[in-house]
């Protein structure tokens, strides 16, 4: 094995928390009257990104750290997260939902890191654990900005999440900040 490393890394239990959370919003979501089409489209989307996620984590929880392909199958994982990421961050969300795309946004740069880092940990003549580092700092950002989103899809703001409210805002509203919208 070229390097055993990366014994303390525990992905499955973040992904784990990140996919009970995504259970309880897809339970809230059923029931009560058609949501619109746009937004029926948009859960759809994040359903695929958070079922590929919940893939994700049973593939994980498989790798076996101590076996020689453990680094191969970690990147390959981390590829498609980062893709998944990619992808919910390209999604296209009904006005609702615009803070969730924010977020996601965030998680897909986060992502993106982390595999550049993890790459450079393991891809190198030598193992390189600050890049390793790095990349773990990254890929729990990541995994912070994926519960927001998952948070958000509920209806509800996280603490220490800042949603400004994007309504236009009236010439005379400009004029008097006291009327205006304020952030939530």
């Given at each position: 094995m070229k390097h055993n490393r990366f014994c303390s890394f525990r992905?499955?239990?973040l992904l784990s928390a990140l996919f009970t959370l995504?259970?309880?919003?897809?339970?809230?979501a059923c029931g009560g009257e058609e949501p619109p089409?746009?937004?029926?489209?948009?859960?759809?989307?994040?359903?695929?990104?958070?079922?590929?996620?919940?893939?994700?984590?049973?593939?994980?929880?498989?790798?076996?750290?101590?076996?020689d392909d453990a680094e191969t199958r970690l990147l390959a994982v981390i590829?498609?997260?980062?893709?998944?990421?990619?992808?919910?961050?390209?999604a296209e969300p009904p006005a609702e939902f615009e803070?969730?795309?924010?977020?996601?946004?965030?998680?897909?740069?986060?992502?993106?890191?982390a595999k550049t880092q993890f790459h450079a940990a393991f891809e190198g003549e030598a193992y390189?654990?600050?890049?390793?580092?790095?990349?773990?700092?990254?890929?729990e950002a990541a995994g912070v900005r994926i519960g927001y989103m998952a948070s958000l899809l509920?209806?509800?703001?996280?603490?220490?999440?800042?949603?400004?409210?994007?309504?236009?805002?009236s010439e005379s509203e400009a004029a008097d900040p006291g009327t205006a919208p304020a952030p939530g």
């Open positions: 992905p499955a239990q995504f259970l309880a919003v897809s339970l809230a089409e746009d937004i029926a489209a948009y859960r759809e989307a994040m359903t695929g990104f958070f079922d590929e996620l919940s893939a994700c984590q049973t593939e994980f929880s498989s790798i076996d750290v101590s076996a590829g498609r997260m980062d893709e998944c990421c990619r992808s919910a961050a390209e803070n969730v795309r924010n977020m996601a946004k965030e998680a897909s740069s986060c992502m993106e890191e390189d654990p600050e890049a390793y580092d790095r990349a773990m700092q990254s890929y509920h209806g509800v703001i996280p603490e220490g999440v800042t949603v400004i409210d994007s309504e236009p805002v």
